[in-house]
């Protein structure tokens, strides 16, 4: 085996190198999850306990007190859920992965592997969680006898949509933030701001047509739509279509663009970080 | 076994400084229109990915240059080189952690790098989780981990706590458990930095015993970085020396070793720092000078072990205090230990003016080998005190066993341990 260092030298070699370094993916991967919860008496109850918490204040709020209408006869509280999951699963997973550099700084100065491992196994622990959390998902579809449509079948399309739209969101913040590390402090004001444009204390239809392009703008809109359209049956428009070929798209757009600035930083990783 | 297995050619690394620039005058418009520019500047910066510098004056700093070197399969090769040498530069660039600016290095065989005992460790997993989560990170496969996991756990000595968090060992567990997982590595190159200078005396023997073990019956090529001349003489065959980023001497080992310490020696019997830059002081005190001489006033830098070395230094008092300014001098050996500090004693507030201070280290006191010296003054005063310079490794010096006319030796020739061997007073009595 022969390897060239050179400077500039597009490693043709990189997403051999990746494969080549999978088991370092899995088993980082598989500490994050293991040290989430470690030092905590409930452990990985925590990954249900946040999102349930949620989920009680919303329909507590919107449905009790504000009495905000729901379309169909859906319990509020599937209703809430349903968005709760992907959004509660976007929002650890891009302040875990936006994090994630800066976190292991002592690996990266020290040892080498294909960087983009760190940020994806930040990913992939908080979609553990995210697993986790579907169980009060059921419990809740028992306790209202609720029968999901037939669309729940296609749930996993949309685990795959919110896990790369997560990821690749997560992938261009991670490398800014080795760099500038104001994003720190960006983030959670993205996080928090959100959850407030985004579908999930009430429906999209209530948003008025001239304000929809600008709202569909926000990728977690046509994922959480697909989500409650799996879940609770939500019809599907010309207008659920829409928002999800924007998701889509402006997912794609960021993977592509994210990855291209995160190979392109990498190399300096090491020293700035 | 005598195919090239590391070629460095033309190698350089380059890392950009910025300087703040000092200014005299400020006015407040100028800050808001420069930190407007600079602030402008940076959000461009962040989106097109271009490199951020902290000052106005970018400086480009050379780490390494113009290296060029061959090393054939099989071969140990020790790194020395004073602080700020690059030779953690060159390793992180053989290791891949950071990419060259300039040249080409070309490996015929996987390299592990152990740059560091216990990257990745994390303090929350128990040692069995660790083991498996440290070997990843150096390369290993899950198998190779499992194959070798008794061995593992042989070596480090730890099965007790193997089910512990590893944030309850003590330091020294937790280093024994790091080398035991880097010992068994098998790459074609292990380059390693000084990791050496952890953990105790017998487990420093294992570790270097082991890593001969892995150059020698292993054919494996090791790359050695350490201040330790010792730990490199014992393992490596061949040596190279860095200084100010470029290659001295590559050659073996005794010869480079040699060469470090003549030109260490060489370049610090004395110091003048009037028309310098460089500045050690503070508002009271400044260092001026320095140099190192025998009793005849000779500056020298090799003295024959029943010499009298005097280590003289002038300063200069910038401000009369009510306080004693102490001056006080540190001494390492090549080991990085210090040996001794010797603090002026009895000293009155002085007024300004300049001053030299001398002392004078007795024949026959300090042992073999080179000793670098630390320079300082320090100010006493009613409860506190406050360093007013130090300069860290301004002179150093050799000293030079006498086989023959040494009254200690009685003509045995090898080397005597220690840090000193002071020539003391003995009365022997018969008593029969």
């Known amino acids: 085996m022969q390897l060239i260092i050179e400077p500039g030298r597009t490693e043709k070699n990189y997403w051999k190198d990746l494969w080549r370094y999978r088991e370092l993916f899995y088993i980082l991967a598989w500490r994050d999850v293991k040290v989430r919860y470690k030092q905590t008496v409930i452990g990985a109850l925590w990954s249900i306990i946040r999102p349930l918490l949620t989920m009680l204040v919303f329909t507590i709020i919107f449905s009790r007190i504000a009495k905000l209408p729901t379309d169909g006869t859906i319990p509020y509280a599937i209703l809430v859920y349903a968005a709760m999951l992907p959004w509660q699963f976007f929002s650890t997973a891009l302040t875990e992965s936006s994090n994630s550099l800066v976190t292991n700084s002592n690996l990266i100065s020290k040892v080498y592997f294909p960087r983009l491992i760190i940020p994806a196994s930040a990913v992939i622990a908080s979609f553990v969680d995210f697993l986790i959390s579907f169980i009060i998902l059921f419990a809740l579809m028992i306790y209202y006898h609720y029968t999901p449509p037939l669309q729940i079948l296609l749930l996993p399309v949309f685990l795959i949509f919110v896990f790369l739209t997560s990821f690749s969101l997560g992938l261009y913040l991670t490398a800014v933030n080795v760099k500038y590390r104001d994003f720190r402090y960006i983030i959670p004001f993205i996080v928090q701001f959100g959850l407030y444009v985004s579908p999930v204390g009430f429906s999209s239809n209530v948003i008025p047509s001239k304000w929809r392009l600008l709202y569909d703008l926000n990728p977690m809109v046509g994922v959480i739509d697909g989500f409650r359209w799996c879940i609770c049956g939500d019809k599907f428009t010309q207008q659920t279509l829409m928002s999800m070929s924007i998701s889509l798209a402006i997912t794609i757009v960021t993977l592509i663009f994210g990855t291209y600035y995160f190979r392109k930083t990498e190399k300096t990783f090491a020293d700035i970080i | ?432």
């Not at chain 2, 140099?291 to 005849?296: E, G, L, M, R, V």
Request: some cysteine.
């Open chain 2, 1 to 432: 076994m005598s195919n090239t297995i590391i070629k460095v050619e033309n190698l350089g690394k380059s890392y950009l400084i910025g300087h703040e620039r000092q200014q005299g005058y400020v006015a407040l418009r100028d800050v808001i229109a420069k930190n407007t520019s600079v602030f402008f500047k940076g959000i461009q910066n962040a989106f097109s990915g271009k490199q951020l510098m902290g000052g106005q004056e970018i400086e480009e700093f050379w780490a390494l240059k113009d290296i060029n070197f061959e090393i054939k399969q099989g071969e140990a090769v020790g790194i020395i080189g004073r602080n700020g040498a690059g030779k953690s530069t060159l390793l992180k660039l053989l290791s891949r952690i950071t990419e060259p600016t300039k040249g080409r290095i070309e490996l015929n065989g996987r390299v592990a790098s152990l740059l560091e005992v216990g990257t990745g460790f994390h303090p929350e997993l128990s040692g069995r989780e660790n083991i498996f989560l440290n070997g990843a990170i150096l390369g290993m496969s899950r198998a190779e981990i499992k194959s070798k996991f008794d061995e593992i756990v042989d070596f480090s000595g730890v099965e007790k706590f193997l089910d512990t968090p590893v944030k309850h060992y003590s330091s020294g567990m937790y280093v024994r458990l790091a080398f035991a997982v880097a010992a068994h590595l098998e790459p074609e190159i292990l380059v390693v930095d000084e990791v050496l200078a952890v953990g105790d005396a017998e487990f420093q023997k294992k570790c270097l015993g082991k890593m001969t073990d892995i150059s020698q019956k292993q054919g494996r090529t090791v790359l050695f970085v350490s201040h330790n001349m010792g730990a490199i003489s014992a393992l490596c065959s061949k040596a190279i020396l860095l200084n100010k980023g470029s290659i001295e001497s590559f050659d073996t080992t005794g010869n480079v070793i040699a060469k470090y310490f003549s030109n260490t020696s060489h370049s610090s019997s004395r110091f003048d720092l009037t028309n310098t830059k460089e500045k050690y002081g503070n508002a009271v005190a400044e260092l001026i000078s320095g140099n190192i001489s025998d009793n005849h006033n000779t500056i020298k830098e090799q003295f024959y072990i029943n010499e009298e070395i005097s280590i003289c230094m002038k300063y200069r008092i910038k401000k009369n205090i009510d306080a004693p300014v102490v001056p006080n001098y540190h001494f390492y050996n090549a080991n990085g230990e210090c040996i001794f500090v010797v603090n002026a004693p009895d000293i009155k507030p002085l007024k300004e003016g300049i001053y030299e201070a001398s002392c004078s280290i007795p024949a026959n006191f300090l042992n073999a080998g080179v000793h670098f010296i630390l320079l300082a003054a320090t100010t006493y005063f009613q409860n506190n005190f406050e360093v007013n310079f130090t300069y860290k490794d301004a002179l150093s010096f050799e000293v030079v066993d006498k086989l023959h006319d040494n009254p200690l030796r009685y003509n045995y020739a090898g080397p005597i341990p220690g840090a000193i061997r002071p020539l003391l007073h003995f009365e022997i009595k018969n008593i029969t």
